[in-house]
């Protein structure tokens, strides 16, 4: 009997009844989440007065149905449409309380302006939203009386008493201030802000100031100024913040504690390598001048602003020499040796190769997401499939967009289809951004995304019209029709898509110089596999990737991959032993030419012996796992290394007896891949060169960037505003279709 009692109930079993409880219930806890996200200002604003009430059967205790309270009078109603339910009892003003929410009672005098009619429009268009908006009471004079005193007849005025205005309707503003200085001298002693301490108040305009520099131009100055900002400065207590202020000792004040800080971390570290990006001018049709950005990577993983110059227009090989050099010995000082490299994105190699040759302990580098960029410019210049599909794309979408049947019915059939009604983007045949492949990406992304919808168009019997008299237009029904059309433009898409994907991932994970060499290996991998998918196999596309990797190669990246415990490779024998068999025969060769530059002439020998050494005996099988452990990214889900400083410390602790190849190794495997950091976003930009030409207006501007810059690398924030902005309005924009979905949902 025991055990049969404790049988779990076979869900079959269940009866109509439970199905049903079990759907009103699920019904209540969706319109609670509802209500829930909505309070949070999430949803609208109807909930804040609407109440999901569970309605239980009083004889099984089962829930039976589920209804809406008003929190104002307790009425209960449907839950089938809270939207409507909204309108009729709350809007419409059938809800006794909701007009005493927003209407306070008012001792004043017995004729309130908010009772009384309006006067008669001329215009039957509906009236705006603000002017229903009650006003407080005020004692006036009442038409009739003053017309009688005035010796006017008031015939007509007992049907229809109404104000009459001088000025209009426009004048109940104008009496709603009125009505509020009076009441402030009936109530002079109103309840005053919130009240803080000195303390409170001084911490505050502190939080308030680091915000406005950290947002860097996307603040002006004069927003400060707006009558709302101080509003609510006056509503919470606060005094408000003068221009002059925050653009003197206070902006002082915070650059040089940043500065400060900066200075110091410098000097506690052995070695930095330097990073500057923003050579090459992606505004190349505005006249924007270049605005250079140089950091500090130290050997602990942080990064340092250090400076932004402003560089006019096209910049020659030697003055961004000059000006790299200088970015070097402002740090350094007199030990110039503690700047092991440069890394930069791609603007003339000829200045990064003759420091290198000028100082020879210097490694360095091109940005590597500077060189997959120049490999998909390199696709679209040397492969005929891209150049073809790109005229092809272009003759299309030129020809839906400027042919005024064929637009018409493609927005209609795209408002149809996608529910969006804009034309295809193309690139402007007048820019030299033509050259540039992300606006023929973004071309691809729309034909693609159309294909149906095109397929509709050139089938519509408008077109066929068309067709009849254009030869052009049977030509773009000819290859919207082909098949063989859509699979080059998929190809030439997929392959940029694939690279465009890898470039996103090394700017979010900025990987270091021993990971060249695997990440290229990759991308060669992945080339060969879209050749296949597409059926490509003349071998252009991997002689140009070759090309591209050969002209990007540096000696470095072989040297750091051999010299990186994390890359260490188990071999039979159990020991965990560099990786030389991954390498080329002129790649090995490269690691001992790299060791021996990078030492004194001395050293050279005894830096081979301990080569070799590392070479035959590797690293404690125990340490070398113990670097590579790898654990999940909770924010990414991907796996990571979880001691990213477990190479340099390897090689500063258990393998000190490598003396000469440890101070190589150490100084090698810490540099960093690529020259991506503080991101300036468009306002900042357009600030500073607006300044350019006053000393003062420019050092402002130069500050308040440094400050903004090392908050933003202290968080290890590397997206500007304007990328963050995108990314939460499209979530936002799928938040609220999610909400309106669960809104208008049928009852359960």
Known sequence: MASTSSTPTDPSSSTPDDTAAKAVNKRYEGLVAIRTKAIKGKGAWYWAHLEPILIRNSDTGLPKGVKLKCSLCDALFSASNP???????????????????????????????????????????????????????????????????????????????????????????????????????????????????????????ELLADWFYEACGSVSFSSLEHPKFRAFLHQVGLPSLARRDLSGARLENRFHVAKTEVEARIRDAMFFQVACSGWKNKHCCSGEENLVKFSNNLPN?????????????????????????????SVSGSSLQRCVGIVSDKYKAKALRNLEIQYQWMVNL??????????????????????????????????????????????????????????????????????????????????????????????????????????????????????????????????????RRMVHEIEVERPLIGQCLPLWEDLKAKVKDWSARFNIVDGHVEKIVEKRFRKNYHPAWSAAFILDPLYLMRDTSGKYLPPFKCLTHEQEKDVDKLITRLVSREEAHVALMELMKWRSEGLDPLYAQAVQVKQRD????????????????????????????????????????????????????????????????????????????????????FLNEEEKDGELLRLAGCEDDLLEVFSDAPPM
């Open 83 to 205: 939207s409507r339910t909204a309108s009729e009892h709350l809007k419409r003003g059938t809800c006794p309380n909701f007009n005493s929410v927003f209407r306070p009672n008012s001792v004043v005098s017995p004729l309130p302006i908010s009772s009384l009619p309006s006067p008669p429009s001329h215009n039957h268009r509906k009236r705006s939203s603000h002017m229903a908006t009650p006003l407080n009471s005020l004692a006036i004079v009442e038409s009739t009386r003053f017309c009688n005193e005035l010796g006017y007849s008031n015939s007509g005025l007992t049907q229809q008493q109404h104000l009459v205005l001088s000025g209009g309707k426009d004048d109940l503003g104008a009496l709603a201030m009125l009505e509020d200085s009076i009441k402030k001298l009936k109530s002079p002693k109103a309840s005053p802000g919130p009240s803080l301490s000195k303390d409170q108040i001084d911490s505050a305009l």
């Open 301 to 329: 993983g942080t990064s340092l602003f250090q400076k932004a110059v402003l560089t006019g227009g096209s910049v020659s090989s030697k003055y961004a020499e000059e000006i790299m050099w200088e970015a070097v010995t």
């Open 634 to 717: 909770p924010s990414t889900g991907k796996m990571k290394i979880a001691h990213p400083q477990g190479s340099r410390l390897v090689w500063e602790t258990c393998l000190s007896e490598y003396k000469t190849l440890g101070k190589v190794a150490v100084r090698l495997i810490f540099l960093h891949a690529t020259s991506c950091g503080f991101k300036c976003n468009w306002s900042s930009m357009k600030w500073i060169c607006t300044h350019r030409n006053s000393r003062v207006g420019l050092e402002r501007a130069q500050k308040m960037i440094f400050i903004a810059a090392h908050a933003k690398l202290e968080r290890r924030d």
């Open 366 to 499: 091109s940005c590597q997401v500077q060189g997959l960029l120049s490999l998909i410019k390199d696709f679209f210049k040397e492969l005929q499939l891209f150049r073809t599909v790109t005229e092809n794309c272009m003759k299309l979408a030129n020809f839906v967009n400027n042919k005024s049947p064929v637009r018409i019915s493609f927005q209609k059939y795209r408002m149809q289809e996608l529910e969006c009604a804009g034309l295809l983007r193309v690139p402007s045949s007048k820019c030299e951004c033509t050259k540039d492949f992300t606006n023929v990406y973004v071309m691809l992304e729309d034909i693609l995304s159309c294909v149906r919808v095109l397929q509709m168009v050139v089938l519509d019997d408008s077109y066929k019209v068309i067709s009849v008299e254009d030869s052009v237009a049977g030509e773009i029904a000819g290859m919207i029709q082909s098949e063989g059309f859509w699979n080059e433009v998929e190809a030439v898409y997929s392959l940029t898509k694939l690279i």
